[in-house]
């Protein structure tokens, strides 16, 4: 496969706001280009939750920190050093406290006289940072507070309750690397606002995820086996936040009404020809992006595709090929596909096809994108497709299975036999003919058993090439011989492979004197400028040996 971007190319593209900056605009610039339609303004920052989705093992446990204190259902309880950890887990009737001290887990009431804690439990520690200790032992610190909500009978959820700046200080380097231009920062910065903000809201365990479902977030960074902390955030995009502070972007999505915050969608790279988003979002435009090429190492890509990824995707034992039905008509190669088929053959060889999306495809595959053409080189278990096709002759305007499988093995073979729809048309023919005579087989209108060893990639016979005596034996064979319509036989066989030979295309070598057979010898005897009579005699045969 070889393709374009990273990503779903839907409003900005984070590479190309960097060739945009690196190519003299500012961040104002950037997101009008990648927004149109937009306005730049100012709100306040509040407080938003964000769940920590990594923390998978259903307890919140967090460090010992000077200043730490626990608070739940309205008491505040500061938490002595000593234990070295602390953790929120749910018990029947509840969540329940406990300390680490030696190793051993014990209770830890705030309440006095009560066993367990009401969730929502909150951590948070004056002065420093939170360390919250994720499945596997890796320990992450964050600002704010951690809280452990709870969300069924035997999990709680970690949530960090953060300022939204401070949110936006880990997000930023997490989205876009430090190392871009700082108007493209800027514009990151204000696009992460922006989306993030349209999620804080009343009600739910948290207002947005920490991975890339929503907004990439890691908190201020990973605490290493020396208590300090390896920095996810950065000072460039630490000034890129502080230099955008409270500026999102605004929408007007209907007449009349006021500017609502807009969906400010990004991703890695659109490879140069923008997505439009949906209905209602018209400030996100398909457009050609000549900034996204600008030292983007996802700006072109190949890939290569296995089929078994394919098979176990699409329940297709052996992948014959992959056909793009339909593109969206923008960009390279008529755009993005739209519409798919993955076509192959069951373990006994029948035909089968499923019909998917770019996108599907994309994912179901790991492409870096939607944006892709194909280069297909799987194959067929030859010995399968001969197996159950050996013995089926076909030509021009057959129907079924069988004819799927010999467009689909033409087109494979370099020969473009059309859709493979099982209709055998024009396109089908020409294919036909071009594979005989690229493998050098009898020239034939139909497909017989020799052709389907070919095209099952089997040993097979070639055409004996023509030589200077086998005209004469001809001749000498049948020059007594008197053909008409309505004959048959072998004679007439003799007759139908040499016209077939010369390009007359009398149709299938059957040993039936039809109507496509007449017109062929006619064709032969007014270019030998015999009488036209269709009928074959001595003259006719010595025309045919020369």
């Known amino acids: 496969m070889a393709g374009h971007g990273f990503g779903h190319g839907v409003g900005m593209s984070q590479y190309g706001a960097n060739g945009a900056a690196r190519s003299g605009l500012s961040y104002r610039q950037i997101l009008a280009f990648y927004y149109p339609g937009t306005l730049l303004t100012s709100l306040s920052s509040p407080t938003i939750r964000v769940g920590i989705t990594s923390d998978t093992d259903g307890i919140v446990e967090v460090a010992a920190a000077p200043g730490l204190t626990a608070s739940s259902d309205g008491v505040v309880r500061r938490l002595p050093t000593t234990p070295d ?13 406990e300390a680490r001290t030696a190793g051993n887990w014990s209770k830890f009431p705030l309440r006095q006289g009560e066993q367990n804690t009401p969730c929502p ?21 964050y600002r704010g507070s951690i809280t452990a909500q709870q969300v069924s009978s035997g999990k709680v959820v ?18 876009s690397p430090a190392y871009f231009h700082l108007e ?80 400010t969608m990004f991703s890695a790279s ?4 923008a997505v439009a988003g949906g209905a209602g979002h018209g400030y996100l435009t398909a457009h050609p992006d000549p900034y996204d090429r600008i030292d983007n190492p996802w700006s072109s890509w190949t890939r290569t595709v296995r089929a078994t990824s394919l098979e176990k995707a699409y329940g297709i034992n052996r992948v014959a090929r992959i056909q793009v039905l339909s593109r969206d008509g923008r960009g390279d190669w008529g755009g993005r596909p739209t519409s798919i088929r993955v076509e192959g053959f069951t373990s006994d060889g029948r035909y089968r096809a499923t019909d998917t999306t770019g996108r599907s495809l994309g994912a179901v595959t790991g ?18 497709l001969y197996r159950r096709y050996g013995g089926t002759t076909l030509q021009a305007g057959a129907r079924g299975i069988a004819v799927k499988a010999v467009q689909v093995l033409l087109t494979e073979a370099g020969h473009d036999a059309g859709p493979a729809d099982g209709v055998w048309g024009g396109r089908t023919s020409a294919a036909l003919r071009a594979f005989q005579v690229q493998k050098k087989l009898p020239l034939d209108t139909d497909v017989t058993r020799n052709d389907w060893r070919a095209l099952s990639g089997l040993s ?44 007359l295309k009398v149709g299938r070598v059957d040993g039936v004197f039809g109507v496509k057979t007449r017109g062929g010898v006619v064709r032969l005897q007014r270019a030998r400028h015999l009488t036209a009579t269709g009928v074959v005699r001595a003259s006719t045969w010595k025309a045919l040996s020369r």
Request: with cysteine; hydrophobic share 40%.
């Open 270 to 273: 659109n490879g140069g020809q």
């Open 367 to 384: 492409l870096p994108s939607d944006y892709f053409t194909s280069e297909e080189t799987a194959t067929v278990d030859p010995a399968t």
């Open 460 to 503: 097979y016979t070639q055409a004996r090439p023509a030589s200077k005596t086998a005209p004469k034996t001809l001749y000498q064979r049948y020059r007594t011989t008197v053909l008409r319509t309505g004959s048959r036989g072998t004679a007439v066989r003799a007759l139908q492979s040499e016209l077939n030979r010369r390009g």
């Open 121 to 141: 439990v909150m951590f948070t520690a004056t002065g420093h940072l939170v360390r919250l200790v994720l499945p596997g032992g890796v320990t992450r610190a």
């Open 184 to 263: 493209a920062l800027r514009a990151q910065a204000v696009a992460a606002r922006t989306y993030a903000k349209r999620f804080i809201r009343a009600g739910g365990s948290y207002d947005i995820c920490d991975s890339t479902a929503c907004q990439v977030y890691k908190g201020v960074g990973v605490v290493n086996s020396r208590g300090s902390i390896n920095a996810a955030e950065q000072p460039a995009t630490d000034a890129a936040v502080t230099d955008t502070a409270g500026q999102v972007l605004t929408y007007a999505f209907a007449a009349g009404r006021a500017p609502q915050l807009a969906t």
């Open 158 to 175: 970690t949530v960090n309750r953060v300022n939204l700046e401070s949110y936006l200080r880990s997000v930023v380097p997490a989205e």
């Open 85 to 97: 950890r602390w953790r929120v887990r749910v018990v029947v009737g509840g969540c329940v406290l």
